[in-house]
């Protein structure tokens, strides 16, 4: 549960009502589970699968040089844990790369399920599922038989969880082959952000032979040949782990966005977050003015300018930002590059460490004040800019020293 959200919020949600309704009425069978979209458990169902990798990655935070990091990240620590995740342990995120027969996928949710069982596919999952994802509607009458190889983009619109989570571990099943340029695939999809978009016109740009098969919420598919890609750890805040398809996930996007014109040189980067109603961050536009003066490109994420974030987070040597999604670009950091998070003294996280560290950036944590509501704190501007500033002119003697330009 979200930190911001209220008691009242909870005990006026009326989701957990919903489930147990439906649980009862519908969830008995897998007929009737199929016949209302409703699949409201998990299952691996190992006897219907062919792996194609399985791969377990240790987190790069817990190396040497990033024991100073996590000391302080680890402190008042607010990581979002899936206590109900048995795929690996803590420190570890497993990727599994798998063919998988007897799959449901509904055109309401786009979440692939079994259809022997009506439970939804997971490697690790135990427990009951979320209502956003197994909610039932009408799709057992408007099937869609798909014998080609398939995957599903579910819609996502988290851009941290959509980059992450769902598009990261595709981007490792081609780097591997499983999706490959001799054979179709079909993605299918319902509604979804721009950043899907690029990255199919990414893959056919590159010469995969990509369908995109949208459907209704009424519809389903059902096939033998559905890709599964998924990432998983018990820290959900560290979902991700395929440094390794990096490689791949630039060279789509650079398909994707062959046409746009490369961002303003920047070794100095400040990730401007505005307009949101969560993280709001006193003291900010101050220190926006402050780094301004001292060299900074300023700069503002958005769904329309993801190109543009992308090439302007690996061109630079400091990235620096509130914590938030727009870090997730951090993963695209060169190696050696510095990133500078400023978080809450008392609601500090490690997934911004995560991301930059498994590409081999080095992040410099910097506290504001206490967490007040909605997750909002203040900063003291010129302390906080003076060490942002510190902090890129030890990456400008450490470029230099390395025979870098800074």
């Not at 069978?29 to 979209?37: D, F, N, T, W």
């Not at 460490?353 to 010129?382: M, R, T, Y």
Request: proline content about 7%; some cysteine; glycine content about 6%.
């Amino acid at each position: 549960m979200a930190r911001h959200h209220t008691f009242l919020n909870r005990l006026l949600d009326m989701k957990p009502h919903a489930f147990r309704l439906s649980n009862a009425l519908l969830g008995w069978h897998p007929a009737l589970r199929r016949a209302a979209g409703f699949f409201p458990d998990f299952v691996w169902p190992t006897e219907r699968v062919r792996v194609i990798s399985d791969q377990s990655h240790r987190h790069h935070l817990y190396e040497p040089e990033h024991a100073a990091a996590l000391a302080v990240v680890s402190q008042y620590n607010v990581d979002v844990m899936n206590p109900l995740e048995t795929a690996c342990a803590l420190d570890t995120t497993r990727t599994m790369i798998a063919e998988i027969s007897g799959v449901v996928i509904p055109g309401h949710t786009i979440t692939p399920a079994d259809a022997a069982t009506g439970s939804q596919i997971s490697l690790g999952q135990q427990g009951k599922a979320r209502w956003a994802f197994c909610y039932p509607a009408p799709i057992g009458l408007n099937r869609i038989e798909v014998k080609a190889r398939c995957i599903a983009i579910p819609p996502v619109f988290h851009y941290t969880h959509l980059l992450t989570d769902v598009l990261m571990p595709i981007c490792e099943a081609v780097r591997i082959g499983a999706i490959d340029k001799q054979e179709e695939t079909v993605v299918v999809t319902a509604g979804h952000p721009p950043l899907v978009t690029a990255f199919l016109k990414g893959l056919k740009a590159l010469g995969y032979p990509i369908r995109q098969l949208v459907l209704k919420p009424t519809q389903h598919v059902a096939t033998d040949r559905y890709l599964y890609a998924r990432s998983h750890c018990p820290n959900i805040e560290r979902i991700y782990g395929v440094p390794q398809a990096i490689g791949t996930a630039r060279a789509i996007f650079d398909a994707a966005y062959a046409d746009q014109p490369p961002p303003p040189a920047a070794s100095r980067l400040y990730l401007r977050r505005r307009g949101h109603r969560l993280r709001v961050v006193a003291g900010e536009d101050e220190l926006v003015a402050l780094l301004e003066k001292a060299g900074f490109r300023i700069f503002e994420p958005a769904w329309n300018n993801h190109a543009e974030q992308v090439a302007a987070v690996a061109g630079a040597d400091v990235v620096a930002a509130v914590h938030g999604a727009a870090l997730v670009n951090t993963i695209f950091c060169k190696p050696g590059a510095v990133v500078v998070e400023l978080m809450a003294e008392n609601a500090r996280k490690s997934v911004v460490l995560h991301w930059s560290g498994e590409g081999g950036a080095d992040l410099v944590p910097i506290l504001g004040g206490p967490e007040g509501a909605k997750q909002s704190f203040a900063i003291d501007p010129v302390a906080t800019a003076e060490a942002i500033i510190a902090a890129a002119e030890s990456a400008s003697v450490t470029a230099a020293l390395n025979g870098v330009g800074a």
